[in-house]
């Protein structure tokens, strides 16, 4: 916690664990967790959103149980000037299938992930979003969603992670079926997933009542699986790395010992088994390179049996993230 770049303290860290922890509880079972006021509490997050250290309050989502499909294409460029890149960069925050946006270093700069309905939609969008990088492309990558999870930022108060069940983005189960004021509800909490329900309630026109009732339900039938912030990684002094794992057809038991250790290890912040070259993709938030290092010296050391190669990139700058 020493490391932020933007003087903020414990009771700022606490406060941004039990947000990220569930972003729509109220501010009064946060102060009475932390032992604080409501109206300390409520300067406290005002201050961290007028700093942009929180930069956004996000809907997580079984994306699996709305029928998504979701992938990714890492890209490299050749030839292609940061004006140009960031024209582009602007139009695809605009296309609402693109839900996340990230420049990297490393064997990828720029890595995009939409959702559709199928495979192939897949392919229009994947052939979209080419053609607006022309002649640019070095080299590229698809990867396909087969599992996901996120999980809690545990790091923030140093707290030992704990054994619990993670918030499933993608994973095989029974789709559900949604109506037009459900998907507006998720719409609306994606967008600001603290949003009071008296404003979505007159967003939608809809009485409050049933948007609370509606919620509860999306939340019973595991279609969202929790709220969580976006965080300022730079001001806090967070860096974030993403990781490509190859993997040498381990036996399950090494396999499930390896996913194991994503779920407890606390700088792993999300976890994904994918359809490409590579097979895993966890990603770390850390507060130095060196304690990233020795996280990567420990997986490889605990996993040298299955693991053939690992790739890492550095994420350099969120430009967009939604999961809806």
């Known amino acids: 916690m020493s490391y932020s770049k933007y003087k903020i303290d414990l009771k700022d860290w606490k ?32 201050k961290l959103e007028e700093n942009d250290i929180i930069t956004h309050y996000q809907l997580i989502l079984n994306l699996s149980k709305l029928d998504i499909l979701q992938f990714k294409i890492c890209l490299s460029f050749q030839h292609l000037q940061s004006l140009k890149l ?6 695809l925050k605009k296309n609402k299938s693109v839900k996340w946006i990230v ?37 590229k990558a698809i990867s396909i969603l087969v599992e996901a999870d ?6 923030l108060t140093d707290e030992k992670k704990e054994f619990s069940k993670p918030r499933v983005i993608m994973k095989k189960g029974k789709k559900t079926k949604l109506d037009e004021i459900d998907i507006n509800i998720l719409k609306q909490l994606s967008e600001n997933s603290r949003k009071p329900i ?7 026109k809809t009485a409050s009542r049933v948007i609370m009732y509606r919620i509860k339900q999306l939340e019973k039938n595991k ?16 860096k974030f790395f993403k990781t490509f794992i190859y993997l040498d057809n381990p036996k399950e038991e090494r396999l499930n010992t390896l996913i194991k250790y994503f779920k407890m ?3 792993i912040i999300h976890h994904a088994k994918v359809l490409c070259n590579w097979d895993f993709e966890p990603e770390f938030e850390v507060y130095s390179e060196k304690e990233f290092s020795e996280i990567m010296t420990d997986i490889k050391d605990r996993f040298s049996d299955i693991i ?13 993230f939604i999961y809806f």
């Open 265 to 267: 290890n606390q700088n």
């Open 15 to 46: 406060i941004l664990h039990e947000l990220d922890m569930d972003a729509r509880q109220p501010s009064s079972k946060i102060a009475k967790k932390l032992k604080l006021s409501s109206e300390v509490v409520n300067y406290r997050i005002k």
């Open 86 to 91: 960031d024209e582009i960069i602007e139009t």
């Open 223 to 238: 279609v969202i699986e929790g709220y969580k912030i976006a965080l300022n990684y730079e001001k806090l002094g967070i």
């Open 103 to 139: 420049s990297c270093s490393g064997n990828w700069d720029l890595i995009i992930s939409l959702g559709t309905d199928s495979i192939e939609g897949i392919d229009l969008l994947k052939n979209e979003v080419l053609g607006l990088f022309e002649s640019y492309i070095n080299k």
């Open 150 to 155: 996120t999980y809690n930022r545990d790091y």
């Open 308 to 320: 053939k190669n690992i790739d890492i990139i550095t994420i350099t700058k969120e430009h967009k």
């Open 198 to 204: 008296t404003e979505i309630s007159k967003e939608l």
